[in-house]
């Protein structure tokens, strides 16, 4: 196409393709004069040929409930166009370790609801939790008892254990139990320049039991990323950009389906105003101190000293917390027309 000479590689881009625009817009329904109040029904018409019935039907919500936004709050231009200047910025910001669109679906709550969504509230079962930006499948893989921190990690110390069964009450052997969490600085690992091995993360299987055990640092609250345009729009909304010191847990097995979780110290300043909406009150969970000395001999746990009413005492923090899962079934249909 000679119109297009001398143009950029990336407006050239813009005339390329293998299917021929003229023909497609030969099987297009017909749009002529528009309105406000016709648009919608003309955007959802010409979406309606979409093949895949799920995405024809979440693109028809998500243009309906758009267009009913704008209609009801009478959306001006000067408005619109500081939203999409504000999600070209979320967009810029982004970066393999620091997800700006996550934090962004984290403090409008649509995190926690698509998360409540995915995975219901089961009788008995241990409940779901926001997966948060940092998990990292690169993680220490343990024996029972072994540490999830490097030597010399800052953070207090702590021994994690439990027990996880299902909602019939047997217990699950061989479960993988995936976690991680910041350091006592409040940072995960991913969030340093230079990260030489996986840190305050790691993976154990349960024994024949169902007992699992580890070592950590007792978490912190710690902010979530507030330099960029998400920051400013917390600001904004006078809201703070804290989230409470807890620890996510990632369980699998083959026979049951996969608990995505995080326990929420309940000594956190902000446990009840966590800013990405992602505790449950199930979740909350008390971190008890702990003398036994024996205990931390037995998993090498190097105890610390804490003064208690003027007098220094050495020991650790003991988080004793066990797991329900659900047994696998067939996933439910996914919507694709209103009945």
Known sequence: MSGVNGLSDRTRAKWAGAVDPEEIAKTLPRMLDLTTENITENVVKINSLCKDPRLRYLITKLVKALHDYARDVNLQFDEWEKAWQFLTEVGQISTDVRHEFVLLSDILGLSALVDSLSYPTVPGATESSVLGPFHDEEAHSLELGGSITAEGTPGEPTLVRGVISDTDGKTV????????????????????????????????FTDDQGNYVFRCVKPVAY????????????????????????????????????????????????????TVFGVKQSLIVDYNWCEDLE?????????????????????????????????????????????
Not at 225 to 246: C, I, K, M, Q
Not at 257 to 268: E, F, G, N, Q, W
Request: hydrophobic residues 35%; glycine residues 6%; aromatic residues 10%.
């Open 173 to 204: 052997s061989r479960a993988l139990v995936d976690v991680w969490e910041t350091d006592g600085n409040g940072v995960y690992d991913v969030e340093y320049e230079v990260k030489e091995e996986p840190n305050c993360r790691g993976k154990v």
């Open 223 to 274: 902010p979530i990323s507030n330099d960029g345009p998400v920051g400013e729009l917390l600001r904004t909304l006078n809201r703070h950009w804290f989230r409470p010191a807890h620890m996510h847990f990632m369980i699998a097995h083959p026979e049951y389906t996969k608990l995505i979780t995080a326990l929420y110290s309940r000594d956190s300043n902000y446990v009840e105003t966590d």
């Open 295 to 339: 205990l931390a001999k037995k998993y090498d746990l190097e105890p610390m000293v804490r003064t208690i009413d003027g007098k220094e005492h050495k020991g650790f923090w003991l988080l004793e917390k066990d797991f329900v899962l659900i047994k696998k079934s067939p996933p439910a249909p996914r919507k694709v027309r209103d009945d």
